[in-house]
């Protein structure tokens, strides 16, 4: 079970912190990541991280977004800096376990003035 948080709405240029807690075991996730979909689009990567702390990043968001994991607390985070309004989205987090990936419910980030 995935539970998402952080989203909401914010202006131009300012931030925001998503979250992701998954329950269970963190030895057999092998990915956390965020995707985002917006109206009449298809849904994206947008940052993942895997067991090995690797990273990776939607072209877009490069050098605004970052994720990181606490592996501790099963949870996933998405620090969102500099947002523009092309971030509004619905943003889902997935986690991959021995092979099977799951989906959060999303939550709603909107950037407008």
């Known amino acids: 079970q995935l539970q998402a948080s952080g989203g909401g709405l914010v202006q131009p240029g300012g931030s925001l912190r998503l979250a992701c807690a998954a329950s269970?075991?963190?030895?057999?996730?092998?990915?956390m990541g965020w995707y985002c979909q917006a109206p009449g689009k298809q849904r994206e990567l947008v940052a993942g991280?895997?067991?090995?702390?690797?990273?990776n990043y939607g072209d877009s968001v490069k050098g605004r977004f970052t994720i990181s994991r606490d592996t501790a607390k099963n949870t996933a985070y998405l620090q969102m800096n500099s947002l523009k309004p092309e971030d509004t989205a619905v943003y889902y987090c997935?986690?991959?376990?021995?092979?099977?990936?799951?989906w959060g419910r999303g939550t709603q980030v909107t950037v407008s003035s």
């Open positions: 991280i895997t067991s090995g702390g690797i990273t």
């Open positions: 269970g075991s963190s030895f057999d996730i092998n990915f």
């Open positions: 997935k986690v991959t376990r021995l092979g099977v990936s799951s």
